[in-house]
């Protein structure tokens, strides 16, 4: 297995296991926003010696008017509402709505925004569907295996799968180096935090130190500098089959909640987990297919 595939399958992981990592902390006391707190400090923090140096007056190159664009749809705001639905939902909703959305709103910005026409297989976008509705169904009634209200934080993981597809196709769009667009969102969501450090500090250190440390090696480490750099660099090699790989992380992400959070799993949420990993595969075929010609 060559190294651009063993590293998509490395990043649908740490994607994946990412919703998991959210509702750890907010089990052992986190709020939103004392794990977007520590995220950003950490992130931003290490990316700001890379900024200096590309010129974070001239907005590291990316320029202010894109950059402040990227930053609203990949910076705290985005955090805070991928964190906040865990407060909600079961991680398990997270791990199968954000990853398996993102990917189909990005092709219908592509098509219908930009008029970039891509191969969509329809009976793939049906199945995923399908799969979104039993687990939507399973977090509005299920009784006593999906907390009261869990279907807020499923509109959540919607939003910011739309975000994120937003994101990632502007980043597309407007050629903007991988490296200068994280290190730059990274900064400024770092002056957010230290705004809000005053108010914020206090009561979010006084938290328990393990689960700090956790959301600020996993959030501000692996999720926003390692798996973003990672997953452009996979792009550049694979192209849009990169896609496929993250159909890896609705797998990753429901094996993790049940294994390690220890929830429940009923025949609905299962079936649609493989709903949506089956529909994400059907409706990414025509684009790997048009790849390859």
């Not at 869990?150 to 937003?166: E, H, I, P």
């Not at 700090?212 to 849009?240: D, E, K, P």
């Not at 896609?243 to 220890?262: D, E, I, K, R, T």
Request: proline share 6%; net charge positive; with cysteine.
């Amino acid at each position: 297995m060559n190294p651009p595939i063993l590293s998509g399958i490395l990043v649908a992981l740490i994607w994946g296991i990412q919703p998991v990592i959210s509702r750890y902390g907010y089990q052992q006391g986190l709020t939103p926003y004392d794990a977007t707190l520590v995220r950003y400090l950490t992130s931003g923090l290490l990316m700001l010696p890379y900024a200096w140096r590309r010129g974070l007056i001239g907005a590291c190159g990316v320029g202010w008017r894109r950059g402040l664009v990227l930053f609203l749809l990949s910076g705290p705001l985005f955090s805070l509402v991928l964190v906040g639905g865990v407060n909600y939902a079961p991680a398990s909703h997270g791990a199968l709505i954000h990853p398996a959305l993102t990917p189909l709103f990005g092709m219908a910005i592509s098509r219908f925004v930009f008029r970039q026409h891509e191969r969509i297989s329809p009976w793939g976008v049906l199945l995923l569907l399908a799969g979104l509705v039993l687990v939507g169904l399973n977090g509005i009634l299920a009784s006593g295996l999906a907390p009261a209200g869990a279907w807020r934080g499923d509109l959540m993981f919607v939003l910011s799968a739309l975000m994120w597809a937003w994101y990632l196709v502007l980043n597309r769009n407007w050629q903007v180096a991988p490296l200068d667009a994280v290190a730059l969102t990274q900064v400024l969501s770092l002056a957010c935090t230290l705004v809000a450090l005053p108010w914020l500090g206090e009561t979010t250190f006084s938290k328990p130190l393990p689960a700090l440390a956790l959301q600020s090696a996993y959030h501000g480490l692996l999720v926003s500098i390692l798996s973003v750099a990672l997953f452009n660099w996979v792009v550049a090699r694979l192209g849009v089959r990169a896609l496929m790989l993250n159909a890896l992380s609705p797998l990753f992400g429901v094996a993790a909640s049940a294994w390690v959070l220890q929830e429940p799993l009923p025949v609905s949420m299962m079936v649609g987990a493989v709903a949506i990993v089956a529909g994400l595969g059907m409706a990414l075929r025509g684009e790997r297919r048009r790849e390859n010609l």
